[in-house]
C-alpha cells in the first residue's frame, strides 16, 4: 500500500540514523530463533540451566539482536493474548537482569529497540 510509503520512510530513517547502536556491543553467539517455544525447562529440576532447541539458525552477532527479538516476541504473545504488550514489561525486564546475572552485557536501549525492529521486520 502506497499510503505506508511516508511513515515507512521516517521509520527506516529513524533506525538507519541509530544501526550503529549494534555494532557497539559484543558479539555472542546467537541462537538465531530465540522464543519460548525454543527453551526447554526442566519440571523436574527448576533450578536447573534450561536447554535450547532448534539450533539451525545458530551465528555470530550482537547480543541485542537476541535480546530484542526476545522483548518483541513477548510483547506480541502479550498482545495476542489481548493484553496491553506494556503489561509484558516486567517479565522483560527479569529476562534481562537475567541475562546480565549470568554474565552478559547490557544492552543499550537503541541497540535493544532495532534487535526487535529485525525481529518483527
Not at 9 to 19: E, G, H, I, N
Not at 81 to 103: K, N, R, V
Request: negative net charge; hydrophobic residues 45%; glycine residues 10%.
Amino acid at each position: 500500500d502506497p499510503g505506508w510509503t511516508p511513515l515507512l520512510t521516517r521509520v527506516l530513517a529513524a533506525l538507519a540514523a541509530r544501526s550503529t547502536a549494534l555494532s557497539s556491543g559484543a558479539f555472542k553467539t546467537l541462537h538465531g530463533d530465540l522464543h519460548p517455544n525454543n527453551v526447554l525447562v526442566s519440571t523436574d529440576h527448576p533450578s536447573s540451566l534450561p536447554g535450547f532447541i532448534d539450533m539451525d539458525s545458530l551465528r555470530c552477532g550482537p547480543a541485542a539482536l537476541e535480546l530484542g527479538g526476545w522483548l518483541a516476541d513477548a510483547a506480541y504473545r502479550t498482545s495476542l493474548a489481548g493484553h496491553s504488550s506494556e503489561s509484558a514489561w516486567p517479565a522483560c525486564e527479569a529476562f534481562l537482569q537475567g541475562y546480565e546475572a549470568q554474565g552478559g552485557a547490557a544492552s543499550r536501549a537503541e541497540a535493544l529497540a532495532w534487535g526487535a525492529a529485525v525481529f518483527l521486520g
